[in-house]
């Protein structure tokens, strides 16, 4: 059976298609955060087969596979890559309703002209048909990124990170501009000192520098976001449950900093502590460089010990939490503004229940400086998919600027999730057309379409302002 994926998938009306073919589909793709490696971009990586490009790192299907009943062996054990890919595809049709149908089914159809339904009886042709155009060169890393018209890729990149593959991929020549971005999350686990000492002398050896006081701690990360900035960086991000909003002065900070280099765990009061002050640190460089700061909040991570324990973080095992957001992410913010070191910031919810908290935090600190200098994320994690994207646009429209978003990005570790700024756009389309179709916004064609080019790639574009290569580079607009 051929697949649903008609041309006017998630279009209902005429007001929407005529937005999403003329407006939307033609924009490039600014993918502003993503987990893909640097490594494999830099090599131009060959994949070997479906499983390798559709299936390996990727822990959205992975959850469906356990769900599934399908033994681990199958998913991250020592089965075959084929075997794995068997199990995945009598997966699917289990997936009805869930994000994972729409975006599977997209992937192969987008990227290896696949229209059948993905099933058991499907699987095998399926196999065959997308290995052979997986051999092919232009299914290489660079060929997928200009098929995609990918303007530019942002990492996700640990300070203690060499950034070796950062500097080989810019002397390639290669249209996707590929910056990295500085995650230092190691810094604040100062709970696990056999993590943190071992991440500290990395840290030293990467910046040539001793971090045996505190003083010098901090040198190390000032001189590898000058390093950052240097390859180009200009955006930082954090993953936290919450912000951090305890007082701590930096003697507090050193004393605690050096009974965990002396092998003694930070109590949890004390790991708020020392974190909220590197938070501010980080705030403080990110404001002098003009940076962009992201805040990931509301993540509960790894929950099944015994998952962990064989298989480590990142497998699969996290959920969203239930953390209190308003008062923490409120002081922090507040702490930067009146020291003016308040960067433009990103903040990400992982709780739907959050969405207005966060919509309307960052109105409060919108001072006028830049359009959006505080921007309501898209939909991260457990909700970037058709509900919750469809959530934070609908809450960022009623409590902000929806003209200003800086619109989808991937988040992803795979090269087929180009397919979620599709869906992401003809959602959006859906919901303006829908809106004009009902008489809530007015029937003019060139403000509705300017409304979704700004989404889809301007405001990226002009927000984050990296330098892309000349084809994929706009004019500024003037502001009045």
Same mark, same amino acid.
């Given at each position: 059976?051929?697949?649903?994926?008609?041309?006017?998938?998630?279009?209902?009306?005429?007001?929407?298609?005529?937005?999403?073919?003329?407006?939307?589909?033609?924009?490039?793709?600014?993918?502003?955060?993503?987990?893909?490696?640097?490594?494999?971009?830099?090599?131009?990586?060959?994949?070997?087969?479906?499983?390798?490009?559709?299936?390996?790192?990727?822990?959205?299907?992975?959850?469906?596979?356990?769900?599934?009943?399908?033994?681990?062996?199958?998913?991250?054990?020592?089965?075959?890559?084929?075997?794995?890919?068997?199990?995945?595809?009598?997966?699917?049709?289990?997936?009805?309703?869930?994000?994972?149908?729409?975006?599977?089914?997209?992937?192969?159809?987008?990227?290896?002209?696949?229209?059948?339904?993905?099933?058991?009886?499907?699987?095998?042709?399926?196999?065959?048909?997308?290995?052979?155009?997986?051999?092919?060169?232009?299914?290489?890393?660079?060929?997928?990124?200009?098929?995609?018209?990918?303007?530019?890729?942002?990492?996700?990149?640990?300070?203690?990170?060499?950034?070796?593959?950062?500097?080989?991929?810019?002397?390639?020549?290669?249209?996707?501009?590929?910056?990295?971005?500085?995650?230092?999350?190691?810094?604040?686990?100062?709970?696990?000192?056999?993590?943190?000492?071992?991440?500290?002398?990395?840290?030293?050896?990467?910046?040539?520098?001793?971090?045996?006081?505190?003083?010098?701690?901090?040198?190390?990360?000032?001189?590898?976001?000058?390093?950052?900035?240097?390859?180009?960086?200009?955006?930082?991000?954090?993953?936290?449950?919450?912000?951090?909003?305890?007082?701590?002065?930096?003697?507090?900070?050193?004393?605690?900093?050096?009974?965990?280099?002396?092998?003694?765990?930070?109590?949890?009061?004390?790991?708020?502590?020392?974190?909220?002050?590197?938070?501010?640190?980080?705030?403080?460089?990110?404001?002098?460089?003009?940076?962009?700061?992201?805040?990931?909040?509301?993540?509960?991570?790894?929950?099944?010990?015994?998952?962990?324990?064989?298989?480590?973080?990142?497998?699969?095992?996290?959920?969203?939490?239930?953390?209190? *957001?308003?008062?923490?992410?409120? !002081?922090?913010? +507040?702490? #930067?503004?009146?020291? =003016?070191? %308040?960067?433009?910031? @990103?903040?990400?919810?992982?709780?739907?229940?959050?969405?207005?908290?966060?919509?309307?935090?960052?109105?409060?600190?919108?001072?006028?400086?830049?359009?959006?200098?505080?921007?309501?994320?898209?939909?991260?994690?457990?909700?970037? *998919?058709?509900?919750?994207?469809? !959530?934070?646009? +609908?809450? #960022?429209?009623?409590? =902000?600027? %929806?003209?200003?978003? @800086?619109?989808?990005?991937?988040?992803?570790?795979?090269?087929?999730?180009?397919?979620?700024?599709?869906?992401?756009?003809?959602?959006?389309?859906?919901?303006?057309?829908?809106?004009?179709?009902?008489?809530?916004?007015?029937?003019?064609?060139?403000?509705?379409?300017?409304?979704?080019?700004?989404?889809?790639?301007?405001?990226?574009?002009?927000?984050?302002?990296?330098?892309?290569?000349?084809?994929?580079?706009?004019?500024?607009?003037?502001?009045?």
């Amino acid at each position: 059976m051929k697949t649903f994926i008609t041309e006017n998938f998630l279009l209902e009306t005429e007001t929407a298609r005529d937005l999403y073919f003329n407006e939307a589909q033609p924009q490039p793709i600014y993918d502003y955060h993503c987990h893909l490696s640097p490594k494999q971009i830099a090599e131009n990586y060959r994949f070997r087969n479906l499983y390798d490009i559709w299936l390996a790192g990727d822990h959205y299907k992975w959850r469906a596979l356990r769900a599934n009943g399908i033994a681990e062996r199958f998913i991250t054990g020592d089965a075959s890559d084929f075997e794995k890919y068997q199990a995945f595809v009598r997966t699917v049709p289990y997936t009805l309703r869930n994000p994972l149908y729409h975006w599977s089914h997209l992937e192969l159809l987008r990227y290896f002209g696949v229209d059948d339904l993905i099933n058991e009886a499907s699987g095998e042709a399926i196999w065959k048909q997308v290995n052979a155009q997986l051999a092919e060169p232009e299914f290489a890393v660079h060929g997928i990124l200009e098929k995609n018209r990918v303007a530019v890729v942002v990492t996700t990149d640990d300070p203690a990170d060499s950034l070796e593959y950062h500097q080989q991929i810019r002397g390639q020549g290669i249209k996707t501009r590929v910056y990295p971005a500085f995650r230092p999350d190691a810094a604040l686990k100062v709970d696990q000192p056999a993590a943190f000492n071992a991440w500290c002398e990395k840290l030293a050896a990467v910046a040539n520098s001793g971090v045996s006081t505190f003083p010098e701690f901090l040198d190390a990360l000032k001189q590898r976001h000058d390093f950052f900035h240097e390859q180009g960086c200009r955006l930082s991000d954090h993953g936290l449950e919450s912000c951090l909003a305890t007082e701590c002065d930096e003697h507090q900070a050193a004393h605690i900093f050096n009974r965990v280099r002396a092998n003694h765990a930070a109590t949890p009061e004390e790991t708020r502590q020392f974190g909220t002050y590197l938070m501010l640190y980080f705030g403080h460089l990110d404001a002098a460089r003009g940076w962009t700061k992201q805040l990931h909040l509301g993540a509960l991570r790894n929950n099944n010990t015994r998952q962990r324990q064989a298989l480590g973080p990142d497998t699969g095992f996290d959920s969203i939490g239930d953390f209190s *957001q308003a008062a923490a992410l409120g !002081w922090y913010l +507040n702490r #930067l503004d009146s020291n =003016g070191d %308040l960067p433009k910031m @990103v903040l990400y919810n992982n709780n739907p229940n959050d969405n207005y908290v966060l919509a309307t935090m960052a109105g409060n600190f919108q001072d006028g400086s830049i359009p959006g200098k505080i921007q309501f994320g898209s939909g991260w994690w457990f909700l970037d *998919q058709l509900e919750g994207m469809t !959530w934070q646009i +609908n809450a #960022l429209s009623n409590l =902000g600027l %929806l003209r200003r978003f @800086v619109g989808m990005l991937t988040d992803s570790r795979s090269f087929l999730s180009y397919t979620r700024h599709e869906y992401f756009r003809r959602l959006l389309c859906n919901l303006i057309g829908n809106d004009v179709e009902k008489g809530l916004l007015p029937r003019d064609m060139k403000l509705m379409g300017a409304l979704v080019r700004e989404i889809c790639y301007e405001n990226a574009h002009h927000y984050f302002n990296l330098e892309l290569a000349p084809e994929y580079t706009i004019e500024k607009p003037k502001t009045t």
